[in-house]
């Protein structure tokens, strides 16, 4: 039995599930590990190789194809050895790039040559619906809003969070998880630290945090992209607003029964995730404070900044300072 697994930040967890399968329906397996990145190739293929029918049943893993040259050629190769008492287990990590885009992405061609003898299991961030959000809501035994703000706190690295979860469960010690009491311990990710002094420029007009940090860590696109998505979701709020379907007094319960069902879909995060209620109920309080307008002519700035640094016309750090000093003038 072959298993090719494939894709970006579920990969691991995919992994780890099968790996447990497998150790769970035979028990004392034999199991040999290699690493495309050793440079294995040879080992790999004489560890195929040997077969017999008094042979043990035996795990092999070959990790990190996304190493190889030659995929195709890879997969021919293993296409010849006799797997009767062998089981097989191939991933190949696709990385994603600022867009959530795969650089690597596994080539068609290999995928039909691997169809044909394999198991495929992709492990796709947008075709995981909620793979994340639901391993850590089984194990710290939190609400989806808590699974949510679990991972924009500390980011969707897998081995992240598996360690902070081991983290939480050993602060928590058994008594119920509080994502207010767990925000204290979790190692915040640069995303979660770009989004609260996004907020607070925005809310508070703080500027002085947000400009230190982005000369240090130089996380200027990065902030654009959370920028323009604020104000975007600000000004469908708004506009909401404007045609009284939602008021800043409104209550959480009857938002949540009543009106986010019927306007989630202006808020979709990617193809199966949206913004969740509770978020955006969190907006309201400061949807008085600007008129539609505002949000419109700002977000023409931010994408009059984004085009002059990269047309040229001026440097990032330079471009991205100057809307944030200019922004509320």
Known sequence: MIYFLYGDIPLQLKYEELLKKIRLENKGIQETFFDISQDEIDDIFTSLSSNNIFSPLTLIVVKKLEKLKDLSKFFKGISEFNYSQKILILTYEEFLNDFDKPIN????SSLKIIEKIANLIPARKSLEKKSLEFFIEKELGCSQYESEKFLEIIGDDFFKVKNEIEKVKNFFNGETF???????ILSISKEYNLNKL???????????NLLSYLQKEK?????LNIFTEELTVLMKLKNLQ?????FSNISYNQFKADIYPNIKNLFKKDSFKFISEYPLFLKFKYLDNFNYD???????KCLEAEYNFKSGLIDENIAIEMLINDFFN
């Open 178 to 184: 509080s994502i207010e009491k767990a925000i204290n």
């Open 198 to 208: 996004v907020e607070d420029f925005l809310y508070k007009k703080e500027k002085e």
């Open 105 to 108: 992405e596994v080539d068609k």
């Open 242 to 246: 404007k045609r009284g379907i939602i």
């Open 294 to 300: 505002f949000f419109q002519g700002k977000l023409l």
């Open 219 to 223: 996380n200027y696109m990065l902030f």
